[in-house]
């Protein structure tokens, strides 16, 4: 449990944080609140050369209502989120959802930045900021671009973020009056969604249903065809590859897909 040697820098401006990873590329990776990066370097599954801290990076903890939109900095962490009354006013499960992650400990460390570059299929702020059609802006030696959320999760870990880009902002449209659910299904309350599920509106995404999160597209065209909330949940696994292991079979993921769902349609007033 003693991460493999490596060098340790601390960065107090994205500027300074870009030219580090700049500098050192492959060879670095970026520290938010090491809630999954320290427990993969202590399991030696990831062991840079360059650990760059950016937790001073306070410019990146914000959370603004910008128009129609809210602009959520990649550094604002979970407890941050669940407690913020812009969040509370204009997107409200964001909010509901940072407060579910994990344990105290976790909320009080973790980013919506590294939750969402680290791309854990089983996360849950990846399927909620998927659900309300976020864009991630990223920075990075060419400048500033923004990605859909609907392309940046590419598969288990995998994200089209380059070793020398910054993830700095996540954007999501504020959801007005539309009515949200989110039902996660966990063995022990601190654990990782089983299976979980968030709906926004007449949009519905899975946990930990795939390699990625998934929108449960059969679900929404049948909502949009005027399917009542049973009905649209009967189709929520179609589509879906779930794993098949220990704790959980393929079959009975799937058959949790179906029950959240339904659930969560129901909380959201469908
Ligand atoms: C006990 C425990 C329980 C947990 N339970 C849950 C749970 O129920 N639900 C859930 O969703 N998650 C859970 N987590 C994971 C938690 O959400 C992590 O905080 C999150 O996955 C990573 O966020 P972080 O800020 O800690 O990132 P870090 O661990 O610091 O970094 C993660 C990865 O993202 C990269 N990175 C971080 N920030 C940026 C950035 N701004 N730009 C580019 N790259 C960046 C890092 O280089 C690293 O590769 C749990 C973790 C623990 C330890």
């Known amino acids: 449990m003693i991460p493999a040697q490596f060098t340790y820098r601390r960065v107090s401006s994205v500027d300074e944080a870009l030219?580090?990873?700049a500098e050192h590329g492959d060879d670095a990776k970026l520290l938010a609140g090491g809630q999954s990066l320290l427990p993969l370097m202590k399991l030696r599954f990831a062991a840079p050369e360059v650990v760059i801290d950016i937790g001073p990076l306070d410019e990146l903890r914000y959370v603004r209502a910008e128009g129609g939109e809210i602009a959520i900095g990649a550094m604002s962490r979970y407890h941050d989120l669940h407690r913020d009354?812009?969040?509370a006013e204009h997107a409200p499960l964001l909010?509901?959802?940072a407060g579910e992650v994990g344990d105290q400990q976790?909320?009080?460390?973790?980013?919506i930045g590294g939750s969402l570059v680290h791309a854990d299929p089983a996360a849950d702020l990846p399927a909620a900021v998927l659900a309300v059609d976020g864009v991630l802006v990223a920075r990075g030696p060419d400048g500033e671009r923004r990605i859909p959320a609907a392309e940046f999760f590419q598969g288990p870990f995998e994200t089209p973020l380059a070793p020398e880009e910054l993830l700095t902002e996540v954007r999501i449209p504020a959801q007005g009056g539309a009515g949200w659910g989110f039902e996660k299904f966990t063995r022990r309350s601190i654990d990782w969604a089983i299976v979980g599920v968030v709906v926004a509106g007449s949009a519905v995404s899975l946990i930990n249903m795939g390699g990625t999160p998934l929108r449960a597209s059969a679900t929404e065209a049948a909502l949009?065809?005027?399917a009542s909330a049973a009905e649209a949940a009967a189709l929520a696994a179609e589509g879906t590859s779930p794993a098949d292991e220990a704790h959980a079979t393929a079959e009975y993921r799937q058959h949790l897909a179906r029950v959240l769902t339904e659930r969560a349609l129901v909380s959201a007033g469908r």
Do not use: E, I, S
């Open 19 to 21: 030219a580090a990873v």
């Open 224 to 226: 949009a065809d005027g």
């Open 95 to 97: 909010a509901h959802v």
């Open 85 to 87: 009354p812009v969040l």
């Open 106 to 111: 976790v909320r009080h460390r973790g980013t």
